[in-house]
T-cell receptor, first 117, second 112 residues
Framework: AQTVTQSQPEMSVQEAETVTLSCTYD???????LFWYKQPPSRQMILVIR??????QNATENRFSVNFQKAAKSFSLKISDSQLGDTAMYFC??????????????FGQGTILTVHP | EPEVTQTPSHQVTQMGQEVILRCVPI?????FYWYRQILGQKVEFLVS????????KSEIFDDQFSVERPDGSNFTLKIRSTKLEDSAMYFC??????????FGAGTRLSVL
């Protein structure tokens, strides 16, 4: 079974600064996907960024980028130029690329990020 | 932009009552899911549904739970006899093709 661990229950950052959220995972699968989802106070789950395990290049989406370390099973999210609208709970999630875990997201515990003006 | 719609946003029910949570997935999507988030805890997978049948379910999804796609647009989660511990946020998600899943805003279920 897969597990996803987010060791930072809460983080805070000043507006315009950079923050990194940590995530580690455990799996025996060789091919899989990793995601970061954002859940603002409205509770809607919004996909921020995804990474395919077979790709060595780290994914980027505007101000959001990841540091994917496959050997270390680490998948951190970096938010640059933080904005007040980035305040949310952030979930790291894993999906296997085959078998029974394909299509099933396994989530971490979440990190509450607060951006201060 | 198309989105997954869930109704109601908040459902209050008495213990032992049946509830149906409704979801309208994005129209061309083929894969449907339900997840649950108990307050303060992580989001947990309940069930996935494809081609009019359950493709995967978790240990949480016991005989009290069922899913249905009654017509071409709705996807429902039924809890037959609610318990206090069923109180949670329930999220519906859909995908056109894996791996990306799009989530609805959730239904908060309160069992009294």
């Amino acid at each position: 079974a897969q597990t996803v661990t987010q060791s930072q229950p809460e983080m805070s950052v000043q507006e315009a600064e950079t923050v990194t959220l940590s995530c580690t995972y455990d799996t025996s699968e060789s091919n899989y996907y990793l995601f970061w989802y954002k859940q603002p106070p409205s509770r809607q789950m919004i996909l921020v960024i995804r990474q395919e395990a077979y790709k060595q290049q780290n994914a980027t989406e505007n101000r959001f980028s990841v540091n994917f370390q496959k050997a270390a099973k680490s998948f951190s999210l970096k938010i640059s130029d933080s904005q007040l609208g980035d305040t949310a709970m952030y979930f790291c999630a894993f999906m296997g690329a085959g078998g029974t875990s394909y299509g099933k997201l396994t989530f971490g515990q979440g990190t509450i990020l607060t951006v201060h003006p | 932009e198309p989105e997954v719609t869930q109704t109601p946003s908040h459902q209050v029910t008495q213990m032992g009552q049946e509830v149906i949570l409704r979801c309208v997935p994005i129209s061309n999507h083929l894969y449907f899911y339900w997840y649950r988030q108990i307050l303060g805890q992580k989001v947990e997978f309940l069930v996935s549904f494809y081609n009019n049948e359950i493709s995967e379910k978790s240990e949480i999804f016991d005989d009290q739970f069922s899913v249905e796609r009654p017509d071409g647009s709705n996807f429902t989660l039924k809890i037959r006899s609610t318990k206090l511990e069923d109180s949670a946020m329930y999220f519906c998600a859909s995908s056109e093709a894996l791996p990306i899943q799009y989530f609805g805003a959730g239904t908060r279920l309160s069992v009294l």
